[in-house]
Every structure is written in structure tokens, then in C-alpha cells.
């Protein structure tokens, strides 16, 4: 499961780019720019011809802000799902702030069970 580097290229001076990998079996290849420790979008190879527009941050060049996959059904499906995934957790995350800081403000039971049954409520996908 250790990543490795099948393809690399420069940016075009239209910020265009073209990565080749052998074709086989789907995976899942995560895109990344120079040595950027987070990939900028994902892509599954189900076509032979995958495209992805990626649109960068501007306040954090590190992350995409955006990106639109075309040509690849099972890439824009995972997408989706990410995405989906990634908002809910940052739900659960600022649920489980709020009870932290209700907890370090010694807040009664009263105030704090709410935060957990609706959290119980709400499926994660």
C-alpha cells in the first residue's frame, strides 16, 4: 500500500498537463503537485482517457479548491462520495468542539446530552 510514482510531468505554459500509466486494473491514482504532501484530486483509471480541471486554492496553494473529473464514471462517483464523507465529518468534528468546550466550561448534563443523541441521530454516510 506504499505510494508510488508512475508517472510525473511539467505544467504546460497553459497549465496543461498529460500523465500515462499502463491500463489493467482500476485504481485509484491521487494527484499530486511538486512534493505537495496532499493530493489534489483523485482519479480511477475505468476509461482510457481520463480529464480532470483542477482550480487551486488561493490562499493555501497546497489544496485544491476545486476539481471536475470527465471521462471517468467511477472517478466522478468516488467524488461524490468524498466529498459527502469530508462534510460530514467536519460536522462531527465541530459537534465533538462544541461538547469538548461545553465539558471544559463544566456545563451540566442537562446542556450536553442534546449534543450527543443528535449526533447519534445523524449517520456518518
Do not use: W
Not at 482550480?55 to 468516488?78: D, I, L, R, T
Amino acid at each position: 500500500m506504499r505510494p508510488v510514482i508512475v508517472d510525473s510531468a511539467g505544467l504546460n505554459s497553459d497549465g496543461t498537463f498529460k500523465i500515462e500509466t499502463e491500463t489493467g486494473e482500476s485504481a485509484i491514482y491521487n494527484v499530486r503537485l511538486d512534493q505537495g504532501m496532499y493530493p489534489v484530486a483523485s482519479v480511477i483509471n475505468d476509461q482510457p482517457a481520463v480529464q480532470l480541471d483542477v482550480v487551486m486554492n488561493k490562499e493555501n496553494n497546497q489544496f485544491s479548491e476545486k476539481y471536475e473529473v470527465k471521462g471517468s464514471p467511477a472517478s466522478e462517483k468516488m467524488k461524490t462520495f468524498m466529498f459527502a464523507f469530508n462534510e460530514k465529518l467536519q460536522h462531527v468534528y465541530a459537534q465533538a468542539t462544541k461538547i469538548d468546550s461545553l465539558h471544559q466550561l463544566n456545563k451540566p448534563d442537562s446542556v450536553i446530552a442534546p449534543c450527543y443523541s443528535k449526533e447519534q441521530k445523524e449517520p456518518l454516510i
